[in-house]
């Protein structure tokens, strides 16, 4: 069983855990990292994983949280610090599978 099909069964038992991927080629969404649910971006779309190299940002997404939000790294949604280091590690391994 390859890594999706665990991802797919995973979600049967537990809807919210998402795939991880790393494709630098993929237009990957900006979500909120103290959003419930990772499974839908800024500009709607929904996403399904975590893409942890992404190098292509969806311009809608970038237009929602504003040049604040990516340059300072603060949060477009509650203007606080985004989460770093451990933290960020934490809430990653919490919502991913894989």
């Known amino acids: ?18 795939l991880v991927i790393n494709d630098k080629d993929e237009i990957t969404h900006l979500v909120c990292c103290r959003d419930r649910s990772w499974e839908i971006g800024f500009c709607g779309a929904e996403t399904g994983h975590v893409n942890l190299h992404a190098e292509i940002i969806c311009s809608m997404c970038i237009e929602v949280v504003g040049p604040k939000a990516l340059e300072q790294n603060i949060c477009p949604v509650d203007d606080r610090p985004c989460p770093a280091g451990e933290e960020f590690d934490r809430l990653i391994r919490e919502r991913t599978w894989g």
């Open 1 to 18: 069983m390859n890594q999706q099909q665990h991802a797919q069964e995973a979600r049967h038992v537990a809807p919210e855990v998402l």
